[in-house]
């Protein structure tokens, strides 16, 4: 049962563009949502968050946005670097609850 | 300086034999987790430590079992290994159980053949 579902697994964008990531989730009860950036041969080191709460959330070129009626988010990259070529993971929790849930990831590729 | 650190970061092995990945953080966080990563790249929870206690538990064989000597080292040993565990095993940890933000290791490559 996969609740959390990244459905584009590939993704390029040319450099300076707006990349925008995409997670789509079932589990209403999910409360808080992440992204991970994955490196190749490197574990997935935190981007940004948001909770339920909010329907948005900036961090310098990033911003994740939350529609809790569609059970959707997405994730903004702008402008677009050559270093933000990796793979990016949506991960959500479950107030009160100790697991992440993880969706299968979104390789991202920054044309120069 | 690594946070998270994990060894080996390959392991090849025979189907049947028995073998250890380690991992410690110097974060002094109180949480440490197993993840493994499959073919199909699901990164799935096996195990988390809170100060030493196990806290999750998901649905893995007893031919896995985890060993936290202290709050800063989880170890993974995994008995008469099988194909199907080929996978890359993450370690990571968290300030405490209920933080959000958890700090992975690089990952472990295992391969059985």
């Known amino acids: 049962d996969q609740q959390v579902k990244q459905n584009s697994p590939s993704l390029s964008v040319q450099e300076g563009r707006i990349s925008i990531l995409n997670c789509d989730y079932t589990n209403s009860m999910f409360d808080y949502f992440l992204w991970y950036k994955k490196y190749p041969a490197e574990g997935p080191t935190f981007l940004i968050s948001?909770?339920?709460?909010?329907d948005k959330n900036e961090d310098g070129r990033f911003t994740v946005f939350l529609n809790k009626s569609a059970k959707h988010l997405s994730l903004h990259i702008v402008p677009s670097q050559p270093g933000d070529s990796a793979v990016y993971f949506c991960?959500?929790?479950?107030?009160?609850?100790?697991?992440?849930?993880f969706g299968t990831g979104t390789r991202l590729t920054i044309i120069p | 300086d690594t946070a998270v650190s994990q060894t080996p970061k390959y392991l090849v092995t025979q189907m049947g034999n028995d073998k250890s990945i380690k991992c410690e953080q110097n974060l002094g966080h109180d949480t440490m987790y197993w993840y493994k990563q499959d073919s199909k790249k699901f990164l799935k929870i096996m195990f988390s430590y809170n100060n030493k206690e196990l806290i999750i538990n998901e649905t893995v064989p007893n031919r896995f079992s985890p060993k936290s000597p202290d709050k800063a080292h989880l170890n993974l040993h995994i008995n008469s290994l099988e194909l199907g565990d080929s996978a890359v095993y993450f370690c990571?940890?968290?300030?405490?159980?209920?933080?959000?933000?958890?700090?992975f290791g690089p990952g472990t490559r295992l391969t059985v053949t």
């Open positions: 948001i909770s339920s709460i909010k």
């Open positions: 990571a940890s968290s300030q405490d159980s209920h933080s959000y933000e958890q700090y």
């Open positions: 991960a959500a929790r479950v107030f009160g609850n100790e697991k992440l849930t």
